[in-house]
C-alpha cells in the first residue's frame, strides 16, 4: 500500500525543483500540489509523450466504477496484468513518479508515521501506469511485497525505481515486466510526524 507521499521543494532537491520548474512553465497556472502528496491530488509523473520522456501532470487514482466511490490508488504488480482496468496500462502506459519519499504507519500498537526513501539519493522515484479517464490524465501506484526494510511496518511497499532505470521502466515492455518480479532496494526510514495512540 502507499497511501501518501512527499513532493519537497527544498533547494537541494535539484531533479525535483527542475521538473516542478518545467511543469510550471509549460502550464502556468497549474493545481500541481507540492508537500504531501494525497489520493486525488495533482502531481508530476514522468512518462512517454508524443516520443518524447518528460514530466506530466496527472491526478492520483483511477476512478472506480459503477455505483462505487472513491479511487483507486494502488495495482498490484503481481496481478495487474490479470485485471482489463490495469492491463493495457501496464504493457502501453507505464510511467515515474517522482517524490522525496512515501509514507507508512505502523499497523500495530501506537500508529507511528515513517518517511521512506532511497538510502543515498533525495529523489525516490515510484514505478506507476496512467490512463486517461473523461479527457483527464490519471496515474496509480504500483505495489509489491514490502522487503525487509519496510516488512516491520507495512507488507506491501511501492515498486521502487532507479534513476538510472526510469527510462527503461517507461520505454520497455520487457525490462518493466521483468523488473515487478525484482526483490526491491533496501529503504531507510525516518520519523514523520506525530505518533497517534
Not at 500540489?33 to 483511477?62: H, Q
Not at 486517461?132 to 525487509?148: M, P, Q, S, Y
Not at 521502466?169 to 505518533?195: C, H, K, N
Amino acid at each position: 500500500m502507499c497511501g501518501r507521499y512527499s513532493l519537497y521543494t527544498e533547494e537541494q532537491d535539484k531533479e525535483i525543483m527542475r521538473i516542478i520548474k518545467s511543469l510550471d512553465e509549460r502550464y502556468p497556472g497549474n493545481e500541481m500540489k507540492k508537500g504531501e502528496i494525497y489520493p486525488t491530488n495533482t502531481a508530476p509523473v514522468i512518462c512517454r509523450m508524443d516520443g518524447e520522456i518528460r514530466p506530466e501532470l496527472s491526478t492520483w487514482g483511477f476512478p472506480r466504477f459503477g455505483a462505487a466511490k472513491g479511487v483507486i490508488i494502488n495495482a498490484r504488480s503481481e496481478s495487474a496484468e490479470e485485471r482489463p482496468m490495469f492491463r493495457k496500462s501496464l504493457h502501453g502506459r507505464r510511467c515515474a513518479v517522482p517524490s522525496t519519499g512515501f509514507f507508512e504507519w505502523t499497523q500495530q500498537g501506537e500508529k507511528i508515521k515513517y518517511r521512506f526513501n532511497l538510502p543515498d539519493s533525495r529523489v525516490l522515484y515510484m514505478a506507476g501506469i496512467y490512463n486517461e479517464f473523461k479527457d483527464e490524465n490519471r496515474f496509480v501506484i504500483l505495489t509489491t511485497g514490502a522487503n525487509h526494510s519496510i516488512a516491520d511496518v507495512h507488507n506491501r511497499m511501492p515498486v521502487i525505481l532507479t534513476e538510472r532505470n526510469v527510462e527503461d521502466w517507461i520505454t520497455s515492455e520487457d525490462f518493466a515486466l521483468a523488473y515487478i518480479q525484482t526483490v526491491m532496494p533496501a529503504l531507510r526510514r525516518e520519523l514523520a510526524g506525530q505518533t497517534v495512540k
